[in-house]
């Protein structure tokens, strides 16, 4: 075998493994841009029809207690007749706004027309509907998922660089995992 040919089967290999760090590596990535849509899609997802009505109950009755905590139209209105005044029950009114007015007038029907609104508009997303519980659940599994892989990215990217290739890091990766020690990266990556 000659110098030449020796030279040509190094050179062969080489980029063979070049190659192929560059395709771990791509995979490793997608996967953990796929992690990183998964956890955007479960924050922006809006909530199931349940979390909705409940927030909306919470809604309602909030405006209902901050209403009545400012001396709302009602109080006003119950007030001894000596002690009544049109003039005072003119200005609570002004100081009611018609959604706290709505709340006042028929709690349930308030929170069954926002209750409406939102689901209708959360359907316009294209998202599932998630509860609380399976939201953080998602986004717990995406982010320990995408920590895990981009150890594994950076462990693939020290292997490269040590057998003398170059691979660049990618821009948004964990500060954390980039100067994380070699042992730690490997029970991440295992985790």
């Known amino acids: 075998m000659t110098a030449k040919s020796a030279l040509a089967g190094l050179l062969g290999s080489?980029?063979?493994a070049a190659d192929q760090g560059a395709k771990d590596l791509?995979?490793?990535?997608?996967?953990?841009?796929?992690?990183?849509?998964?956890?955007?899609?479960?924050?922006?997802?809006?909530?199931?029809?349940?979390?909705?009505?409940?927030r909306a109950r919470e809604l309602v009755?909030?405006?209902?207690?901050?209403?009545?905590?400012r001396g709302?139209?009602?109080?006003?209105?119950?007030?001894?007749?000596?002690?009544?005044?049109a003039n005072s029950a003119a200005v609570s009114a002004e100081q009611i706004r018609s959604f706290e007015?709505?709340?006042l007038m028929n709690r349930e029907a308030a929170i069954a027309c926002l209750a409406r609104e939102a689901i209708a508009a959360g359907s316009d997303s294209g998202l599932e509907p998630l509860d609380?519980?399976?939201?953080?659940?998602?986004?717990g599994k995406m982010t320990a998922e995408a920590r895990g892989l981009g150890a594994r990215e950076e462990l693939l990217i020290r292997e490269l660089?040590?057998?003398?290739?170059?691979?660049?890091?990618?821009?948004?990766a964990d500060i954390?995992?980039?100067l994380a020690a070699d042992s730690e990266l490997q029970a991440l990556a295992e985790a």
């Open 26 to 54: 791509n995979a490793l990535r997608n996967r953990i841009a796929d992690c990183k849509r998964r956890v955007a899609d479960a924050e922006h997802a809006p909530p199931d029809s349940k979390t909705i009505e409940r």
């Open 61 to 69: 009755e909030d405006t209902i207690t901050t209403v009545r905590s």
């Open 101 to 103: 007015l709505a709340c």
């Open 161 to 172: 660089e040590a057998a003398g290739l170059s691979a660049a890091r990618r821009v948004d």
């Open 72 to 85: 709302g139209l009602l109080d006003v209105l119950t007030l001894p007749a000596e002690r009544y005044s």
């Open 132 to 139: 609380d519980a399976k939201r953080s659940g998602i986004i």
């Open 14 to 16: 080489l980029r063979n």
């Open 176 to 178: 954390d995992i980039i």
